[in-house]
């Protein structure tokens, strides 16, 4: 029984009389305790046997033996009634322990059934309430002893009823417990199915915004590259995850530069004015297309993605001359002159050897040449401003 070797027993003792058990026809009293195991939890259902010793002092003389075969109930209690056990010292009854010449001590010790090692629970001396039980070995006390059978009859059945209470709150709490589990279980089960709802709806939307504005489409973006919205990207020729951006990576594919260890490519639209794609093989607006490259690893030829560098048209002019003099030179297109002074002489009209020939794209006659008004710069295009091409995902 080393398992309970530490139980800690609670002990209440009352005076009673139960003159209906053949052992004890006067002054039996109960004693009742709870069984708890070595870290506090009560023990249910545990069969043992109890052995009850009533001594002169804490190792004195025996004046009362019995044993007791007990069963702890469903929280671990048990209760006997001192008394009524099974007499192991041969004394007559238990009526004959004289509990007036000396304060008793009780022993207390336990066995499981079928064995011989008895265990220690307690040894105390007794308190002072089972020593009423005095009254009853003086003559003519039948009135107190039916008075206190009356009374330790109702504690028992007050006992009882508080049993019953606690069997009764124990069933409810499991019925409450199930009912729990089963709310536990449902809302759980709600909460699945309306994330899946969530899900289902989100994937909707997501479609839905695809429709609306399929991935790859470009906008120009008219705030700065750190206020990109959601679901955009700047079109800054930077690599992104196709595991990340599906949708995008199935539309662009590598149009836009290489695709390796699962990255590709964004367009790079910086500095760049857009043109749309022209494959007709007549009649093209784009008649050098055929000869579009790639740039960063894009597409070339006439698809999306392809670069063309800056190009401008050959601009022509003509001069002719008719004679030596000056009214006789005719000027055309691009080409213009100018008298300069040779000598000490100015000719305002001399010959075409005192004049200077110059051509010029920003210059000459408006009515004759298209290109008249552009200003010099590093490149060739039109007035123009900023913004940041961002393209859908």
């Known amino acids: 029984m080393k398992r309970i070797s530490l139980i800690f027993v609670c002990l209440s003792i009352v005076a009673t009389m139960y003159a209906e058990e053949p052992s004890c026809t006067r002054g039996c009293f109960n004693y009742q305790a709870v069984i708890r195991g070595p870290e506090g939890n009560v023990l249910p259902l545990l069969s043992v046997e109890l052995r009850i010793t009533l001594r002169t002092s804490e190792n004195g003389e025996v004046r009362w033996q019995e044993t007791h075969n007990v069963v702890t109930d469903n929280y671990g209690t048990f209760g006997i009634k001192v008394g009524a056990g099974g007499d192991t010292t041969g004394a007559p009854t238990f009526d004959h322990v004289n509990f007036e010449a000396v304060h008793l001590w ?47 009859e109702e ?51 997501t479609n839905l915004q695809n429709k609306v504005v399929p991935p790859g489409t470009i906008i120009a973006f008219g705030g700065p590259s750190s206020a990109i919205p959601e679901g955009w990207l700047p079109c800054d020729g930077t690599t992104r995850s196709s595991s990340t951006y599906p949708e995008l990576f199935n539309v662009i594919g590598s ?76 000027v055309e297109g691009c080409f213009s002159y100018n008298t300069y002074n040779l000598g000490s002489s100015t000719h305002a009209s001399g010959a ?36 940041n091409y961002i393209i859908k995902y």
Do not use: C
């Open 106 to 152: 009780m022993q207390v010790e336990f066995r499981e059934i079928g064995k011989t090692l008895w265990e220690p629970l307690s040894n105390e001396r007794m308190p002072t309430v089972p020593y009423a039980r005095v009254a009853f070995n003086t003559e003519g006390n039948e009135a107190f002893d039916r008075e206190f059978g009356i009374i330790y």
């Open 155 to 205: 504690l028992d059945n007050i006992q009882a009823l508080v049993n019953n209470q606690l069997d009764d709150a124990a069933a409810q709490m499991a019925a409450l417990n199930e009912q729990m589990a089963a709310m536990s279980a449902s809302y759980n089960q709600q909460l699945a199915t309306m994330n899946q709802q969530i899900a289902t709806l989100n994937s909707q939307i």
């Open 255 to 330: 149009s836009w530069g290489p695709f390796a260890g699962g990255q590709f490519t964004l367009p790079d639209l910086r500095g760049m004015f857009l043109r749309g794609v022209d494959t007709r093989t007549s009649g093209s607006d784009d008649p050098d297309g055929n000869s579009r490259t790639s740039r960063n690893g894009s597409l070339s030829g006439r698809n999306v993605g392809s670069y063309q560098g800056d190009k401008i048209r050959n601009i022509k002019g003509v001069f002719k001359t008719k004679g030596i003099e000056y009214n006789h030179t005719v």
């Open 352 to 387: 075409l050897n005192n004049a200077a020939i110059s051509i010029s794209a920003n210059d000459g006659i408006t009515s004759q040449n298209p290109m008249a008004g552009f200003a010099d710069g590093g490149d060739i295009r039109p007035k123009n401003v900023y913004v």
